[in-house]
């Protein structure tokens, strides 16, 4: 196919079949996010390679692998955002949000770049909403924020997504642990990837997160973070679990997780799922306590976590968790000649500013190939307005659904009226059929 006509490796087209799905993915996690007090923070879309090098870390399969960095027209070097954290957090130190009331609570939604090799749930460019919580340093915001994402998998209709936590301890327990992984696979190193190498001189860490099926297979045996934790890292780990049991939130410990970013401490968390084949992660996040700092904000703790829109999507999919319908068409007005297609713009502009979806002819076709039309988006009322209806000031809305028609006057109010009623009567109806199943449940 024609190179103009195929879209780069890795990035979809969202069509407008399916549109209404991310539409409601989007309306639940935002809804969410600000029922817990966030707002919404935009960035740019690129920022300054520097930024990701410092903010994401030099040693990460992003910053390694998978950025797409250029030069601009200013030889400056650009990279499209691979992920949200570092933007978000040097919008928040460059526009004063760190010094104003505390804590930072904010939410991102919009596309990051990665390059990676496409597969399923595996894109060039996929879409992240996440959130960022900065201020406190205990394990309540850390649990505020898995709460978060937790009642965003439920709202969702979610099943088996579990919640994997882990603590990768502080800057003083850190120091030894990575000490005991280095001598570990140090032994190994023959067997070790060449960026693993490269990493076990920097951040050995890293290794437990390598994609490569022999670095993964040696990291199985290596020494676990858990029993380097210093006291204050323990205790801490045990508060985190007991408010996230006091949440009624089931989570599973899980100590190979070490996250991408290199700047994480103490609680890392993941959103896991065995259903997306190899892409398993829905989500993830934790504690970043050095970070704004580190970007050259105030000493400031924060804790985030980022999902992966189109992992969820293709997850409610998959499990079939239900979708709300696609805004449907209330009448579909079916004109015959100029004047009747008048008529209908009219009417149609006036249902619409009462909240009503409505439609007409633009292509000039006959009777049959509009009901065919209004058949096919589902329309719940058609209206046929030809000479006849235009001179008897009255036409026939007909249910599409039960057949049934009813004379309708041609003036917006008539026609608004039979419309406000006929809604009434569908309420009604189904308030009457959800009451006549909860008594045969109840029998
Ligand atoms: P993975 O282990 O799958 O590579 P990751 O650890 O690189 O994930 P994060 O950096 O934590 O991912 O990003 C948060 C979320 O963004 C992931 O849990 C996932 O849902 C989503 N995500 C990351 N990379 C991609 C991608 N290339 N395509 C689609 N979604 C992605
Ligand atoms: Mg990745």
Redesign the pocket.
Known sequence: MAIITTKPKGTQDLLPADSHKWQFVESVVTEEAKKSGFSMLRTPMFEHTELFLRGVGDTTDIVNKEMYTFLDKGDRSITLRP?GTAGALRAAIENGLVHEALPVRIYYLGPCF?Y?KPQA???RQ?H?FGVELLGPAGYAADCETMSLGVRILRRLGLQNVSLQINSIGCKNCRADYQAALVAYFDQHKDQLCETCIERLGKNPMRILDCKCPTCQALAKDAPTNLEYLCDDCKTEFEHVKSQLQALQIPYVINERIVR?LDYYTRTVFEFVTGELGA?S????GGRYNGLVADLGGPDLPGVGF???M??LVMLMEKQNAPFPEKEVCEVCFIPMGEQAVQKSAVLAARLREEGFAAEYDLMGRSVKAQMKYANRIGAKYTLVLGDNELAAGQANLKDMAGGEETAVPLTEEGLLEVLYQKNIDRMFGDIAEAAEQMNSQGE
């Open positions: 992920e990665r990676e749930g595996r894109f996929f992240q991408g892409q992660a829905v989500g993830g980022a999902m992966g189109e992992r």
